[in-house]
């Protein structure tokens, strides 16, 4: 799970995908990471933690870090947050394997609209809530995809 300072986005979408993941019995590895480095070792924005507080998902052990082109290696799945991330992500990737691993998160739900995910850093409570709506309808869908 790739935004681009990996404490609000990304680590919304860790915490939640773990969750979902957890319910479901599947044992699942899932990472966040950015692709800046401005907030490495930090924790997730406030703002984030707090919404997820509100559906029962815990994120405070979480701190921040930037995307290593390893993870293309590690992961059999990146996706991006938002067109930003994407094109960072893809500019990162060296081969065809490399990019078949990549897509944006959104497009689990809507296949091929390359539905960005807003950042909220700069706006209110609203703008995690939404991230919060959006990404829990993907992990839904990804759990959904893995079990059958
Ligand atoms: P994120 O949000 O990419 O969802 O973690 C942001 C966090 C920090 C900044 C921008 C977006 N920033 O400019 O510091």
């Given at each position: 799970m790739v935004c681009l300072g990996n404490i609000c986005r990304s680590p919304m979408a860790e915490g939640i995908l773990r969750k979902e993941f957890e319910i479901k019995g599947l044992e699942i590895q899932v990472d966040s990471a950015g692709t800046a480095a401005?907030?490495?070792?930090?924790?997730?924005?406030?703002?984030?933690q707090k919404e997820l507080r509100k559906h029962g998902i815990d994120i405070s052990y979480e701190r921040a870090q930037k995307f290593k082109y390893e993870y293309?290696?590690?992961?059999?799945?990146?996706?991006?947050?938002?067109q930003s991330?994407?094109?960072?992500?893809?500019?990162?990737?060296?081969?065809?394997?490399?990019?078949?691993?990549?897509?944006?998160?959104?497009?689990?739900?809507?296949?091929?609209?390359?539905?960005?995910?807003?950042?909220?850093?700069?706006?209110?409570?609203?703008?995690?809530?939404?991230?919060?709506?959006?990404?829990?309808?993907?992990?839904?869908k990804l759990v959904e995809i893995e079990i059958n």
């Amino acid at each position: 799970m790739v935004c681009l300072g990996n404490i609000c986005r990304s680590p919304m979408a860790e915490g939640i995908l773990r969750k979902e993941f957890e319910i479901k019995g599947l044992e699942i590895q899932v990472d966040s990471a950015g692709t800046a480095a401005y907030h490495i070792g930090e924790p997730a924005d406030e703002r984030a933690q707090k919404e997820l507080r509100k559906h029962g998902i815990d994120i405070s052990y979480e701190r921040a870090q930037k995307f290593k082109y390893e993870y293309f290696a590690e992961y059999d799945r990146i996706f991006a947050m938002d067109q930003s991330n994407y094109a960072d992500l893809l500019y990162m990737a060296k081969t065809d394997k490399d990019r078949a691993k990549l897509d944006m998160i959104m497009n689990v739900v809507d296949k091929g609209r390359n539905i960005s995910i807003p950042d909220p850093y700069y706006g209110g409570d609203e703008g995690f809530a939404r991230v919060y709506r959006m990404l829990k309808s993907a992990a839904e869908k990804l759990v959904e995809i893995e079990i059958n």
